[in-house]
């Protein structure tokens, strides 16, 4: 089992940026994904962005592509969550998760952190 803690949230402006961090402790398989989700209350978690453990490679949501970057230190095994350009819509509370593929459900989870963007 992996823990993971988020912070780094925040109240900002439309158009401003955030940087999010993922703190993780305990043993990261090579095959490992680390993702950033988000949820808004009364609706389902979604997906943002991914990054493999052993090679960087990354997926995002087509709601964040261009605006969003999720980048490593493995050193640190930190995981971060850069926004810029954000908009209101953006207003969620953020998870980071662990899984092993985008097509089964993460294993572990932070306890989220919120992002609140005014307009």
């Known amino acids: 089992q992996v823990q993971l803690a988020e912070s780094g949230g925040g109240l900002v402006q439309a158009g401003g940026s955030l940087r999010l961090s993922c703190a993780a402790s305990?043993?990261?398989?090579?095959?490992?994904?680390l993702g950033w989700f988000r949820q808004v209350p009364g609706k389902e978690r979604e997906f943002v962005a991914g990054i493999r453990w052993s090679s960087g490679t990354t997926l995002y949501a087509d709601s964040v592509k261009g605006r969003f970057t999720i980048s490593l230190d493995k050193a640190e095994k930190m995981v971060y969550l850069q926004m810029n350009s954000l908009k209101p819509e953006d207003t969620a509370v953020y998870f980071c998760?662990?899984?092993?593929?985008?097509?089964?459900?993460?294993?572990?989870w932070g306890q989220g952190t919120q992002v609140t963007v005014s307009s």
């Open positions: 305990g043993r990261i398989y090579s095959s490992a994904i």
């Open positions: 998760a662990r899984g092993s593929s985008y097509g089964s459900p993460f294993h572990d």
